[in-house]
């Protein structure tokens, strides 16, 4: 059983992953899609994909003098620089939301055209409605909503699940919120036995953690 | 129902019969956006028209946004000089043009695949771009691109740009801004040049589109 796991450093930090990790620290979700799709065309439909939501306001842009490699491109990862840019360019967290609830939509259906079993949830930004009242244009969430494959984005945070559930974290991350801090790879296990109850009460889905 | 979703090249399209939410400067981004969120607003369409605008556009929110239904607090880039400075400097943070190529991608990819699990019947072309695959040599991780040239429903963009086919075809350049037949606007009238270029297309494609 082919499982892939694609997300930034929270990804990464599942070690014992049994697959295929694509995880990239600092990555952003538009990283996760963009990769997973060019793993998929590259080397074929793996049976289960998970895609841990990473940030909303990460972004990615492609410097190709200092890399141009397969799956990955010329896209780099890390640096604040640009940030500052897109803090001027975006004046709140709308933009993030918005795009990542449209690309999740996207990617969902496309790995369901490709009969590619998935599963997508919060890994670190602890979604609150309040954040986005008012907002026009976000009818899309209702999508989001409607999809099983995609864990209820309001209820669920996976860092801030293994927190609750007695994981255990980097000590260089005790000074930031539950939510985002790095977990030890010990921990993912908290994480993984609530995807596959999840798979299994939602989805009558099961994989082979091995 | 049918309905149009590009930039003011689509606006130029008054007698388009359907529902046209195509909006000045708009993004190839802002389609997307605002074609999902139409649909989850008021149902889906029997079909979806997408006139693709310059790839290389984005849309931002800022103090100057509109907030709205459908297109949401959403600025494009080209509403301010402010903002066309900041999109030049962000493009800029990159070396080259490979991420407007790979994401343009990327979306239409998701897009279509999106449209059919919707069950929406849809064309999607090139209005103005002209592409040309020289730009892409080299690039890597851009395998992707093969569903695009797979797909039926995307009529094929090294070889079709709707503007330079409407002036080959007598479309006359008014537009006081270019001379570029590929970047002009054209009058309303000429966009029977391009209706005709569809019909025929949707017609040798079995798209099954009524337009």
């Keep these: 059983m082919t499982l892939l796991l694609n997300g930034c450093s929270y990804g990464y930090e599942w070690k014992d992953f049994p697959g295929y990790n ?17 793993w998929i065309v590259a080397n074929g439909n793996p049976d289960y994909v998970f895609i841990p939501l990473t940030l909303t306001n990460r972004f ?42 449209m690309y999740i939509t996207l990617l969902s259906a496309w790995l369901d055209q490709r009969g590619v079993k998935h599963l997508i949830w919060d890994q670190a930004n602890m979604f609150d409605r309040k954040d986005i009242q008012g907002f026009n244009g976000m009818e899309k969430l209702k999508l989001v909503e409607a999809n099983p494959r995609i864990i209820p984005l309001f209820d669920f945070c996976g860092n801030q ?30 994480l993984q036995e609530y995807l596959e109850k999840y798979m299994k009460d939602v989805l009558n889905e099961k994989v082979e953690w091995k | 129902m049918i309905l149009l979703n590009g930039c003011s090249f689509g606006w130029a399209w008054q007698s388009f019969p359907g529902v046209n939410i195509s909006k000045t400067g708009g993004s190839f981004y802002r389609s997307v956006r605002t074609t ?22 984005d849309e931002y929110i800022t103090s100057i946004s509109q907030d709205s239904i459908i297109e949401g607090p959403y600025s494009v880039s080209t509403a ?23 994401r343009f991608f990327l979306t239409l990819t998701l897009f279509c695949a999106w449209l059919e699990k919707q069950n929406i019947k849809y064309i999607i072309w ?16 851009i395998n992707k691109f093969k569903y695009i040239e797979e797909n039926k429903n995307i009529v094929d963009l090294f070889n079709f740009c709707a503007n330079q086919y409407m002036y080959d075809n007598g479309a006359i350049i008014t537009d006081p801004r270019t001379k ?10 000429y966009y029977k040049v391009l209706a005709n270029y569809l019909r025929e297309y949707i017609k040798q494609h079995n798209l099954g589109i009524d337009l």
């Design chain 2, 36 to 57: 999902v969120e139409y649909c989850a607003s008021n149902g889906n369409p029997n079909a979806v028209l997408i006139p693709i605008t310059f790839i290389d556009r």
């Design chain 2, 80 to 102: 301010s000089t402010e903002l066309k400075q900041l999109n030049e400097t962000f493009n800029m943070l990159s070396d080259t043009s490979y991420a407007t190529w790979d």
């Design chain 1, 22 to 38: 694509l995880s990239q620290s600092g990555g952003s979700i538009a990283r996760s899609v963009r990769t997973t799709i060019e």
């Design chain 1, 161 to 190: 699940y293994m927190y609750d559930n007695g994981g255990e974290w980097d000590e260089d991350d005790s000074h930031l919120e539950t939510n985002t801090r790095h977990y030890k790879n010990e921990s993912y296990i908290i």
């Design chain 2, 180 to 189: 570029v037949p590929s970047q002009a606007h054209y009058e309303d009238q």
């Design chain 1, 60 to 101: 990615e842009i492609a410097k190709i003098m200092e890399q141009n490699i397969p799956i990955e491109g010329p896209y780099i990862t890390g640096g604040h620089t640009h940030y500052e840019i897109g803090a001027k360019l975006s004046d709140s967290c709308y933009l993030g939301w918005d795009y990542a609830f």
């Design chain 2, 126 to 141: 090139d209005q103005c771009n002209k592409f040309d695959k020289v730009h892409l040599t080299g690039y890597k991780a």
